[in-house]
Structures are given as C-alpha cells and as structure tokens.
C-alpha cells in the first residue's frame, strides 16, 4: 500500500491550528477566570460574595463598605497613610463587625457607623493625641456581610495580614452575640490574634484563649436591672424573650433576669415566661401582638424584654394598643435598645409605656459617678467635644462610639505594654490581664481591667430612661452586681 505523504504547506497549517487550540484550550479559561475574579473583585483585599454580591473582607479605608461610612473611612485612610509615610514602627488593630446590613441584622446603620467612629477616635489618640504611644497602629476595617454571613472569608484575610506588611495583631469589635461571630472569634482565637469585643454581653462567651470584653456581662446587667426595680418597690414582674436558637444574647439575658430578680425577698414572676422566635420569619410579630391581652390579666408592674431593638419597637407596638387601656405599663430591657436609631426611639416613644433599659456607656455617666468613669476620655463624646467637631451629624447618645472607642483602646494599651518585647497577637493579650490597678484602661464607659475569663471586673452600667423625644437619658450608674451608684 502506498505511504500518504501530505503537503509541506498543509502539514505546517495542521500543526500551527493544532497549537492554536492547545493555547485557546488554556487561555480562555484562564481569560475567563481572570475577569471574573476581577469582576468579584471590590478593592484590595475586598470581593463580592453570596446571592446579594456583598462586598466583603479586609480595607485600610481606601475602600468605603457603605456610603454613610465615607467620613469616617476618609479618616482612617489618611491616618494609616501618614503612620506608614512617617516611617514609624507600627502595628495593626482591625475592627471587625457587619458593616453591610440589612433587615435581618440587629445592628442598624447608624450603630456601626458610631462604632467605626469610635474606632478612630481611639487610633488618633494613640497615635498623635494625649494618649500617644509606640508602636503606632494602622485600623483595618473588617466587614463580615449582613447577619456576618461571610465571616469565614474575612476572618481568613485577617489572619493573613498577621504575616503581611501590616503586622496585625489584634481584632476588636467581634459584633453582635450570636453563633456566626461566635464560630469568627474562636478562628481568630486559635490563630493567636488577641481579642476585644465592644458589645458582646451574652454570659456564655467566656473563657476563649486572647478574648476579653469592654461590655458587662448579661448578669451584669440583670443585677443591675434588678436593683433598680428594687429601688422603686416593683415586686411583681414578667419575662418576654426570643426564644431563636442561635440568639445568645436574649436567651442569657432572659434566664440571668429570671434568676436575679426572684432571688431579691417579696419578688415574684407573675406568668412563666412568655417567648416569641425571631427566626420565624412572618410569625413572631404576630406572636408579640397577642401578649398585651395576656399581661392586662396578669397585672405585672414590669415586663422585663430580653430581646433586640428591633423586635422592642413591635412589642412597644403592642402595648400601645393593650385592651386595659387604663393600666400602666413599666418595660425594662437590656442593651441591645443602643442599636435603635434616632426614629426607631421616637417612634418606640410615643407608646406612652414607660421603657427603661440597661445601657454599656452613656456620654452623662461621669457627671453622675465621676469616679467609676475616666473624665479625660468622656470629655471626646461631649456636645462640642473632638468627636462632635469630625461627625457634626451624628448624636452619641447611643453609647456605640463609646464602647468601640474603650475597645480599640484596650488593644492599643495591650500594645504599649508589650512593646518591650516582640508585639505579637500572643504577647498582647498576656498583656490584657495585667490591666489592674495603676495599669486600668481609662475608658470611657468606665475604668476596664480584666478577670481571668476575660469578663471586665466591676464595670459601671448605666440606668437609661427613653424620654418622650426618643432620647435616652441617664437615670443612675449602678455597678457589677446592681449596687447603687455612689451618690455626690
């Protein structure tokens, strides 16, 4: 049979198809690959995740999470850009919290937007203010996603920048009590970052490796709840909690009430608790709406709430319309009211039900126990004060600014005092429980020094009235375990 020979020129055309196809084979996936990455691709160190395309993960302010956050992120941007340009020795701190929210989040707008003011406030005073200390601290802002749905990216790219340029060696902020930031911190925890949570107050979150918190405990507060419904002679009460399995807040909150206030002498609970289930969406409003009918027949003279804000301007809802119209409501409830912004409180004022609540920090509190408070550090969140004149729109009566301000400052104290050594995640938070006596974190929300588990030891909490303006006022400072405040 006679051998086939093909053409010169036709050999040369099979060849350089065939070499066609092999590098199209590798280079459109690659093309593809890469402009999806860039189109997933926000800024450094930020991508878009999940259904909704949330921008998530790690920034040093050059890219903005939400537009109401612009101010406050310039700010942190120029800041780290001048710590880096003066050649200093530094270190980074990240605030790590949702910054991207929506309507099943807790947290409003305004809330986390106070808190990253805070935040800043405490890195200028480190880092050029009245508290100035080496090594300087760059702030990374650490967005989770709505509900911290993405934590597991952004945890990852924080511990990354353990190892990077920026040298982090503390995360703060830590968010709301609940399962996916409580899974975020034990990660953070078991890759040797040290920890300061600004408003976690669920009793069970304790006893972490390199976590300490700037906010009373749920306990904390149901004492001092306690004491003061002790002090205006209310002996008849009612607990109405969330009963959603993963809501660590409401569920210590409600069981650390129950147990308090029928330890005090001549105090009942008139009804077993009554409970709804945030996590069933569509029902638990319904579910509040019939609890009026129910208090109206069992007469308490309080009804302590453990659950969110949100949900205690429905239930606040409720009560305005109660069938005994000529009974008098008194509702006392725990910190989580502090994320209620300007309208929600005023709309939650016009109830005509007298609604108390345990605060973490209140601008006043100084001026009512100047001793259990630093004055030099409450001076920054008074009308006209260096917090005033950065954000001119926004009010601090919340306490947020305040706690996430005690936070950074905590990490940055922790820093200063291992300076003399390496400045590792490690050895800053060895440094955190030799925050006693004469060492104790001016905070603004009180003097912060620390128990073994991590909890701070007999900080001040402050008794909050909601006026009929939908402001907050302060009523009194009681201390860890409900004692009234030292009075002047």
């Given at each position: 049979?006679?051998?086939?020979?093909w053409?010169?020129?036709?050999?040369?055309?099979?060849?350089?198809?065939v070499?066609?196809l092999?590098?199209l084979?590798?280079?459109?996936?690659?093309?593809?690959?890469?402009?999806?990455?860039?189109?997933?691709?926000?800024?450094?160190?930020?991508?878009?995740?999940?259904?909704?395309?949330?921008?998530?993960?790690?920034?040093?302010?050059?890219?903005?999470?939400a537009?109401?956050?612009?101010?406050?992120?310039?700010?942190?941007?120029?800041e780290n850009?001048?710590?880096?340009?003066?050649?200093?020795?530094?270190?980074?701190?990240?605030?790590?919290?949702?910054?991207?929210?929506?309507?099943?989040?807790?947290?409003?707008?305004?809330?986390?937007?106070?808190?990253?003011e805070?935040?800043?406030?405490?890195?200028?005073?480190?880092?050029?203010?009245?508290?100035?200390?080496?090594?300087?601290?760059?702030?990374?802002?650490?967005?989770?996603?709505?509900?911290?749905?993405?934590?597991?990216?952004?945890?990852?790219?924080?511990?990354?920048?353990?190892?990077?340029?920026?040298?982090?060696?503390?995360?703060?902020?830590?968010?709301?009590?609940?399962?996916?930031?409580?899974?975020a911190?034990?990660?953070?925890?078991?890759?040797?970052?040290?920890?300061?949570?600004?408003t976690?107050?669920?009793?069970?979150?304790?006893?972490?490796?390199?976590?300490?918190?700037v906010?009373?405990?749920?306990?904390?507060?149901?004492?001092?709840?306690?004491?003061?419904?002790?002090?205006?002679?209310?002996?008849?009460?009612?607990?109405?909690?969330?009963?959603?399995?993963?809501n660590?807040?409401?569920?210590?909150?409600?069981?650390?009430?129950?147990?308090?206030?029928?330890?005090?002498?001549?105090?009942?609970?008139?009804?077993d608790?009554?409970?709804?289930?945030?996590?069933?969406r569509?029902?638990?409003?319904?579910?509040?709406r019939?609890?009026?009918?129910?208090?109206?027949?069992?007469?308490?003279?309080?009804?302590f709430?453990?659950?969110?804000?949100?949900?205690?301007?429905?239930?606040?809802?409720?009560?305005?319309?109660?069938?005994?119209?000529?009974?008098?409501?008194?509702?006392?409830?725990?910190d989580d009211?502090?994320?209620?912004?300007?309208?929600?409180?005023?709309?939650?004022?016009?109830?005509?039900?007298?609604?108390?609540?345990?605060?973490?920090?209140?601008?006043?509190?100084?001026?009512?126990?100047?001793?259990?408070?630093?004055?030099?550090?409450?001076?920054?969140?008074?009308?006209?004060?260096?917090l005033?004149?950065?954000?001119?729109?926004?009010?601090?009566?919340?306490?947020?600014?305040?706690?996430?301000?005690?936070?950074?400052?905590?990490?940055?104290?922790?820093?200063?005092?291992?300076?003399?050594?390496?400045?590792?995640?490690?050895?800053?938070a060895?440094?955190?429980h030799?925050?006693?006596?004469?060492?104790?974190?001016?905070?603004?929300?009180?003097?912060?020094?620390?128990?073994?588990?991590?909890?701070?030891?007999?900080?001040?909490?402050?008794?909050l009235?909601?006026?009929?303006?939908?402001?907050?006022?302060?009523?009194?400072?009681?201390?860890?375990?409900?004692?009234?405040?030292r009075?002047?």
């Amino acid at each position: 049979m006679p051998r086939l020979e093909w053409p010169l020129h036709i050999v040369r055309r099979v060849v350089i198809g065939v070499i066609v196809l092999a590098v199209l084979a590798v280079a459109v996936p690659l093309t593809v690959n890469w402009i999806q990455e860039r189109r997933a691709r926000c800024g450094d160190g930020v991508v878009k995740m999940g259904d909704d395309r949330e921008c998530v993960g790690v920034t040093d302010g050059s890219y903005t999470f939400a537009d109401h956050l612009g101010p406050v992120e310039k700010k942190i941007k120029e800041e780290n850009d001048r710590v880096e340009e003066k050649g200093a020795k530094y270190v980074s701190v990240a605030y790590m919290t949702s910054f991207t929210l929506t309507e099943d989040d807790s947290n409003s707008e305004e809330s986390v937007r106070h808190e990253l003011e805070g935040a800043y406030l405490a890195q200028h005073r480190h880092n050029r203010g009245d508290l100035s200390s080496s090594p300087k601290i760059k702030l990374l802002i650490a967005n989770m996603g709505s509900s911290a749905a993405h934590w597991e990216h952004t945890v990852d790219e924080l511990i990354d920048r353990k190892t990077s340029d920026d040298k982090l060696v503390a995360v703060t902020g830590l968010g709301p009590s609940d399962t996916q930031n409580l899974d975020a911190l034990r990660r953070l925890s078991g890759n040797g970052l040290a920890l300061v949570a600004s408003t976690m107050t669920a009793t069970n979150i304790e006893g972490i490796k390199g976590l300490v918190r700037v906010s009373p405990t749920n306990v904390d507060e149901a004492y001092a709840a306690a004491a003061y419904l002790k002090e205006e002679k209310v002996r008849r009460a009612v607990v109405v909690q969330d009963d959603a399995p993963d809501n660590y807040y409401a569920k210590t909150l409600g069981d650390a009430f129950t147990k308090v206030f029928q330890d005090i002498k001549g105090h009942q609970l008139v009804a077993d608790r009554m409970t709804y289930d945030s996590s069933v969406r569509g029902a638990w409003e319904n579910e509040l709406r019939y609890m009026p009918g129910q208090l109206c027949d069992q007469k308490p003279e309080a009804v302590f709430f453990a659950g969110r804000g949100k949900h205690l301007t429905r239930f606040l809802d409720a009560i305005a319309n109660r069938p005994c119209q000529d009974r008098e409501f008194m509702v006392i409830t725990g910190d989580d009211t502090t994320n209620l912004t300007a309208d929600d409180l005023a709309h939650a004022a016009e109830s005509k039900v007298r609604v108390l609540y345990t605060g973490l920090a209140h601008p006043d509190m100084w001026q009512e126990d100047p001793d259990s408070v630093s004055r030099p550090s409450a001076r920054y969140f008074q009308p006209g004060g260096l917090l005033a004149k950065w954000f001119p729109d926004d009010q601090h009566q919340d306490g947020q600014a305040i706690m996430a301000h005690d936070a950074v400052l905590t990490a940055a104290q922790g820093i200063q005092m291992a300076a003399l050594g390496d400045v590792t995640g490690e050895s800053v938070a060895r440094m955190f429980h030799q925050m006693n006596s004469r060492q104790q974190v001016p905070g603004a929300s009180g003097f912060i020094s620390f128990q073994n588990n991590g909890n701070p030891r007999n900080k001040a909490i402050p008794i909050l009235h909601l006026n009929a303006k939908g402001r907050s006022e302060l009523v009194e400072v009681s201390a860890r375990r409900g004692e009234p405040a030292r009075k002047q």
